[in-house]
């Protein structure tokens, strides 16, 4: 079978939480052309290396604001940029689709990437578009939204559980659309739980779009100090491969799959932004973390709040970070745990692709 694998490009998260599925489809020998852009196409490349074909094609930026009023003005011009670049991906997935013959299309979160004449799958957590007003009003609109784009997919795919998931109102007590139409297949991410000694006291985990990747680089950065025990910091930057040591402290540029979760299983805890990918992935480890999520990002902001209150983790506005008190308040929680393993979602993943195509 022939798949045209298309991600979405913001952050790293929807790229490792698809890994597991790619990986999957590698091994029963079907063919894969992969569609992402940026870090994300770069992180793909690293490890699958040249058993996929790549296509680099940009999808649409992400949509981040400061404030409620900066989010309207932002809205007003994101929109019609949205669908522009809609539009324009959809012109060049139809230009590769005369040229090459596809069996089927998954999509991780980009809408434009289908067709009606070929079985395509969406993958998403956020059903629910919320925003810093929470205005009722426009979230439900946002499931509309949603409707009518789903309709251009098969079937739609949720990463998490149908009950006490992780996504909370991102994908549960939905107004506009029937949950018994979505899938929810369960965790993915591309680790597994494995028994080790746990010697690294804190592991950092930069991620997510610039400028504010570098702001909380350095924030932390000017605390580390403060903080006693071992420490492995990774930068999140696809592009470099270096690595340096400093008596407790030692930073990578970037780890591949097999030394982050090496290292996440040795960890005591983690401090990173709030991605519900990176959720996910602590869910499978098991592990406690300190949550930053990156300023204006509504979804990592919901993420982060909805966890606190569940006393799953604890998490910090990015400009009020005080490691040394905040890591006491984490050492107070429970942590992720995911209820089954990866292999379930992924299997559940297979079995709703192959009944379709």
């Known amino acids: 079978m022939k798949v045209i694998y298309s991600l979405c490009s913001w952050g790293l998260g929807h790229a490792t939480r698809s890994l ?29 290396e040249n058993t996929v074909s790549y296509i680099d094609i940009p999808d649409y930026p992400l949509l981040i604001s400061e404030n409620s009023r ?24 139809s230009k590769i689709l005369e040229k090459q013959h596809c069996d089927c299309i998954i999509s991780d979160g980009r809408y434009d990437m289908y067709s009606r004449h070929i079985p395509s799958f969406f993958i998403s957590h956020q059903i629910r578009i919320l925003n810093p007003l929470r205005i009722k009003m426009l979230e439900t609109g946002s499931e509309t939204f949603n409707e009518f784009f789903f309709k251009r997919f098969n079937e739609i795919i949720i990463p998490d559980y149908q009950i006490d998931g992780f ?8 107004k506009k659309i029937d949950e018994k139409k979505l899938h929810y297949v369960g965790v ?86 709030s991605g519900y990918s990176t959720i996910l992935d602590l869910s499978v480890i098991g592990c406690k973390a300190l949550m930053i999520p990156t300023p204006g990002q509504i979804e ?33 929680t429970t942590g992720f745990k995911a209820k089954r393993t990866v292999d379930d979602a992924v299997e559940n993943v297979m079995q709703i692709i192959s009944y379709s195509v």
């Open 20 to 48: 597991p599925i790619i990986r999957r489809l590698l091994k029963e020998n079907h063919e894969l052309t992969i569609i992402s852009h940026d870090r994300s196409l770069q992180l793909l490349e690293k490890e699958l």
């Open 300 to 332: 990592q902001e919901y993420l982060a709040e909805y966890h606190k209150q569940k006393n799953t983790c604890y998490t910090v506005n990015q400009d009020l970070l005080n490691l040394k008190k905040d890591i006491v308040h984490t050492e107070k």
């Open 188 to 273: 993915l991410s591309d680790f597994n739980k494995k028994k080790m000694k746990k010697d690294i006291d804190y592991f950092i985990s930069l991620s997510g779009p610039e400028p504010q990747r570098s702001i909380l680089e350095e924030k932390i950065l000017s605390q580390i100090d403060n903080l006693d025990g071992s420490i492995v910091m990774t930068l999140g930057k696809t592009e470099e491969q270096n690595k340096t040591q400093s008596d407790s402290i030692k930073t990578y540029s970037y780890l591949s799959k097999e030394k982050r979760e090496e290292l996440l299983n040795r960890s005591k805890m983690v401090i990173s932004r």
């Open 70 to 93: 900066q989010f309207i003005a932002k809205s007003m011009i994101y929109w019609p940029l949205f669908i522009k670049r809609i539009q324009s991906g959809l012109s060049q997935l």
């Open 167 to 174: 996504s909370g109102k991102l994908s549960h007590d939905l």
